[in-house]
């Protein structure tokens, strides 16, 4: 943050005459400094992460897994197999609820729950009588199960073998207080067009780093509804999954505002079916930042808890005037830097891509060899790459900016299959 401060005085200057000397100092602060801080954190303690040992028992105690599903019948039987062939040692019990799906899901799941359950692993499956939305969709199959450890699976995924182990390892493994567990979610797409390729480096740098560096300040801030592991005691006490738009973050602060400690799974390994359209792309990211303004307001005591997790709390709510100031302020002053107007962009802002590129070099290697151990390999997608670190973030904070104000405007709010 020091160099981002010393390297802006004179473009401090230069728009201070333009604009005056406390707007000048906004919009550089959260177009050059917060950013700077940020990532520098986030470099230095991903170089310096060593993951902690997991426990490994011969018998892991039985679990129960939630799959929500709503109009997934193109995706629900890949899901429904991974789930059977894992190496789980203890008995699963798989709940699929069926959120008034219109294309057949329902019918399908039914079929594998028939073909795929054998002893240790019971598939069940439960018919909502109408489109309800997720969360109302996982509390009922939440009702229908007494198993202490429960997962949440998308209806459009794919885990890997050792996925559902290697989770309850964590959980079984973590401090005292954890009472729930994020796995890695990762992109299966990525092949399907520009959009997909994007962010198949979204989850696997951006996400996955955020991720690993909140766990190791025990601060991990979301167990994700695609992929993560509860006790169902924690669960019950915080009521459930409530009904809103971002049902697991905000979860998730219940959870945390107790007291209780989330952590993060880097190597249990679940792919998922992202967004391809633009117009998907967007509700989906539109319902994460309203989700985040959710959580903020019934659980803003948060902000003021004297543990490591109030840090990314905090770090979480500059989010809001960063994604502000580069949509209303840095974007436009890109198009004024065409026209020879340096105000807010211009040769200077070139700096950003050498640390970029340390920035993604540092992930791309801690990433790569986790994807090692577990025998996998990073595809070859140099042009998604490309399109990430130079204009992914032209698309992603526009959107989050319309999430907000759907958000304070109060404006309808839906589930969907995305």
């Known amino acids: 943050m020091g160099l981002s401060v010393f390297l802006s005085t004179r473009w401090l200057d230069d728009l201070s005459a333009i604009v005056g000397v406390w707007p000048a100092v906004f919009v550089i602060a959260f177009v050059a400094w917060v950013p700077g801080f940020m990532n520098a954190f986030l470099i230095g303690s991903i170089l310096v992460d060593r993951r902690p040992p997991r426990r490994h028992v011969d018998r892991l105690p039985d ?17 429904l197999a991974s789930l ?3 190496d789980y040692m203890g008995n699963v019990e798989v709940v699929v609820i069926d959120d008034g799906s219109t294309d057949g899901t329902l019918a399908l799941a039914r079929e594998c729950a028939r073909k795929l359950s054998r002893p240790g692993l019971a598939i069940r499956v439960l018919a909502q009588p109408r489109n309800g939305g997720k969360a109302r969709a996982l509390n009922r ?14 209806g459009d995924s794919y885990l890997r073998p050792d996925a559902l182990r290697k989770i309850v390892q964590r959980y079984l493994s973590d401090p005292p207080g954890t009472v729930a567990v994020a796995g890695a979610v990762l992109v299966r797409n990525s092949r399907e067009n520009w959009l997909a390729r994007c962010q198949e ?38 009521g459930g999954w409530p009904e809103c738009v971002g049902e697991d973050i905000v979860l998730s602060w219940a959870l945390l505002e107790t007291g209780a400690r989330i952590g993060y799974c880097e190597d249990a390994c679940l792919f998922t079916r992202v967004p391809t359209r633009l117009r998907q792309f967007a509700r989906q990211r539109q319902r994460w930042s309203r989700g985040l303004m959710e959580a903020f ?32 302020a840095f974007l436009p002053g890109l198009v004024l830097a065409l026209f020879g107007f340096y105000w807010i962009a211009g040769p200077m802002t070139l700096l950003v891509l050498p640390l970029a590129a340390i920035w993604n070099l540092v992930i791309f290697r801690t990433q790569k060899r986790m994807f090692q151990a577990q025998n996998l390999r990073v595809r070859r997608n140099l042009g998604g790459f490309l399109f990430y670190t130079l204009g992914y973030t032209m698309i992603l904070q526009p959107v989050c900016v319309m999430g907000y104000a759907a958000e304070l405007l109060r404006l309808r709010k839906s589930w969907g299959t995305k």
Not at 67 to 79: I, M, S
């Open 201 to 238: 480096w979204d989850y696997f740098h951006g996400i996955a780093a955020v991720k690993r560096v909140q766990s190791m300040y025990h601060g991990t801030l979301v167990a994700q509804g695609a992929f993560s592991l509860y006790t169902r005691d924690a669960l019950v006490q915080a």
């Open 297 to 328: 307001g019934r659980h803003w005591r948060l902000l003021f808890h004297p543990r490591m997790t109030t840090l990314f709390i905090w770090w979480n709510l500059l989010f809001l005037p960063l994604d502000l100031v580069y949509t209303l």
């Open 141 to 154: 199959g939440l009702a229908e199960t007494t198993q202490e450890l429960v997962v949440t699976v998308d």
């Open 84 to 86: 059977a062939r894992q």
């Open 63 to 79: 679990v129960c897994v939630l799959v929500a599903c709503y109009n997934e019948a193109a995706n629900v039987r890949d899901t």
